[in-house]
């Protein structure tokens, strides 16, 4: 019975590792498929590259493949297609497991990666349990795992490569480069990462030889050689991508780095000298160096803005999440400066610092990407590396509490997650639909019921963004497959995207469409047509898709006759968790998201 126990106490770490893997599985699946209840468009690209590549071994315009190790448009990145065909394949006929699962899966692994790190650095194995901990709960990871964005795979991957790196010393270290070589091609802003990752890791290689002083810089060279091949790997792949950028369809987003779009930094500099007094300082003071500096240093320190990390608030880009909670818990931050404080520690001091070097260059992608910061995808590597800090901050206030003070602060720190998980099961699942995203759910639902009715009548869909919102159908509907991908595949390379009698284009709505189309459904609001007046088809009757969160009308569909034979409300009311719309009969589907337009 003893040595059972020694032997489980010698293997904690591993024993705490395979108990979080699961728990991690399991509190990431649960109601995956209704909460959030929708993938977002861009996501759904890379699905149905995924589902096109398994049918052809190519896209659906029948030119692109990811070995090319080129992206099939400037807004997308070359591999998540690859990464998610396991997954595409596992879950064909569930869209939403599809998408999601590859993202759970590494949601579940990455506490244990960033436990890893922590032990490669600390040797230390309840401070990396406690790591294991915050990470396996943090806000923000766990709902990270339960989307479906490409910057996660980026994320996981470079903390693989990481983890290998300080893990190993021989050749062994080697194997880092296959990871770090695959989240180099995960996310178009990460890519800007990998060198400095690197360089910081080589360096803190290198200050193992430090306190030794009769080895020379040259033999402390030839001692990390398999280091350096890491760094020289990081080099050249970059430099690669950067002298193949022009010639590929991702070099379009040159021109949204901030110091690349003169015309932008010029229009920048007119503004700020329109509005100052005439004065011979002016060239000095106001010209494009000083306005590119003041605009990458604003978005720097914003990138760790602490009311947006750990007390929540909107972000442009954050739609889809939790936006009344930070990234972070509020009694984090207590953690966070009592994790630093370890600097002061001669043991633990090198480690810290390849930690705060690797979290201060983090905020790069957003520091040079024009426009808005996009914290939660560009400046990612915030969250995993702070979290590392938290768990050393936990230990050491383990250490020097009493056990009784320490217990308190566990309990605090219980209570202090709790509004979050509730705000994300019960309030998020209504404020998340406030984009389009859901509704575009919803239609593709709608479309596949009346499909499966042998509903023939020609139908258009009028959106203003046609070849997002037909792969959208494609994908939650099944509809691309063997049978279908060869007629699917020859209509989008003429750019007509219509499946049987559906179809979808960017047209504003006019009395011969709706006259033509029997069957007709228009997004309420679509940017193209603001000058034109509908107000001639107000009187005409039809139903609406409304918003779940105040009502408006999201889409409008005209000649409907599936919903319209059920008794409909004439307002949205939903209070119950009925996401998850396959499982919903065609009474219940109606009556919870159409209303009677009046």
């Known amino acids: 019975m003893k040595m059972r126990l020694n032997s489980l106490k010698q293997h904690s770490l591993l024993v705490f590792s395979l108990v979080f893997f699961v728990v991690g599985i399991v509190i990431r699946s649960w109601s995956i498929s209704s909460i959030p209840a929708f993938v977002v468009s861009d996501e759904i690209q890379y699905i149905s590259e995924a589902r096109s590549l398994i049918l052809s071994g190519h896209d659906l315009t029948g030119v692109w493949t990811p070995w090319s190790l080129t992206s099939s448009h400037g807004w997308y990145a070359e591999l998540p297609g690859v990464i998610l065909m396991p997954a595409v394949i596992l879950f064909w006929n569930q869209p939403m497991l599809a998408a999601k699962a590859t993202h759970i899966f590494m949601g579940a692994i990455i506490p244990l990666l960033l436990a890893g790190i922590a032990y490669s650095l600390f040797k230390n194995k309840q401070l990396s349990i406690w790591v294991l901990l915050v990470a396996c709960f943090n806000p923000w990871f766990f709902q990270f795992s339960r989307l479906a964005f490409e910057s996660y795979f980026s994320v ?62 040259i033999k402390t060279i030839v001692l990390e050689k398999y280091s350096l091949v890491v760094l020289l790997f990081a080099i050249l792949l970059t430099a690669l991508f950067i002298l193949r950028l022009p010639s590929q369809a991702a070099g379009t987003r040159i021109t949204q780095m901030t110091f690349m779009n003169q015309s932008a930094l010029a229009s920048q500099v007119n503004v700020e000298r329109r509005l100052s007094l005439s004065n011979s300082f002016e060239p000095l003071f106001v010209n494009k160096a000083t306005v590119l500096f003041d605009d990458m240093i604003s978005k720097y320190f914003g990138s760790f803005n602490l009311v947006y990390l750990f007390s929540g608030g909107a972000n442009a880009s954050d739609s889809w999440a939790v936006t009344s909670h930070g990234k972070f818990f509020a009694l984090d931050i207590v953690l966070f400066i009592f994790g630093i404080a370890m600097i002061s520690v001669k ?124 792969i959208t159908l494609l994908f939650y509907n099944g509809w691309l497959n063997t049978d279908s991908y060869p007629s699917i595949s020859d209509t989008t390379q003429k750019g007509v995207y219509r499946y049987k009698n559906i179809e979808v284009r960017e047209n504003c709505l006019d009395e011969k469409l709706l006259s033509e189309h029997p069957l007709l459904l228009s997004q309420r609001h679509m940017g193209y047509c603001a000058d034109t007046d509908d107000s001639s088809f107000e009187g005409v009757n039809r139903l609406t898709i409304p918003s779940l969160v105040d009502s408006g009308e999201v889409i409008k569909i005209y000649g409907d006759t599936f919903c319209s034979q059920y008794q409909l409300n004439t307002f949205s009311a939903v209070k119950e968790n009925s996401f998850n719309l396959e499982s919903l009969s065609d009474e219940e589907f109606c009556q919870t998201f159409f209303i009677q337009y009046k």
């Open 347 to 470: 043991k633990y001091r090198s480690g810290v610092l390849l930690i705060l070097f690797l979290l201060l260059v983090s905020p790069l992608p957003a520091v040079v990407a024009q426009g808005q910061i996009w914290a939660t995808f560009r400046t990612a590597f915030i969250i995993p590396f702070s979290l590392i800090i938290i768990g050393l901050g936990m230990w050491w206030f383990q250490n020097i509490m009493s056990k009784k003070m320490f217990v308190v602060f566990l309990g605090l720190y219980v209570l202090a997650m709790l509004p979050f998980y509730y705000d994300y099961f019960y309030r998020y699942p209504i404020y998340s639909t406030s984009d389009v995203y859901f509704y575009n759910r919803v239609v593709a639902n709608y479309l596949k019921r009346i499909d499966g009715q042998s509903d023939t009548r020609k139908t258009l869909f009028l959106s203003d963004e046609k070849r997002h919102l037909y």
């Open 156 to 217: 996981f991957f470079y903390l693989v490569g990481i983890f290998l790196y300080l893990r190993f010393t021989d050749w062994k270290k080697l194997l880092a480069i296959l990871p770090f070589f695959i989240g180099f091609f995960q996310y178009q802003g990460h890519k800007l990462l990998l060198l400095p990752f690197i360089a910081i890791l080589f360096v803190y290689s290198l200050t193992a030889y430090w306190p030794y002083k009769k080895i020379s810089f």
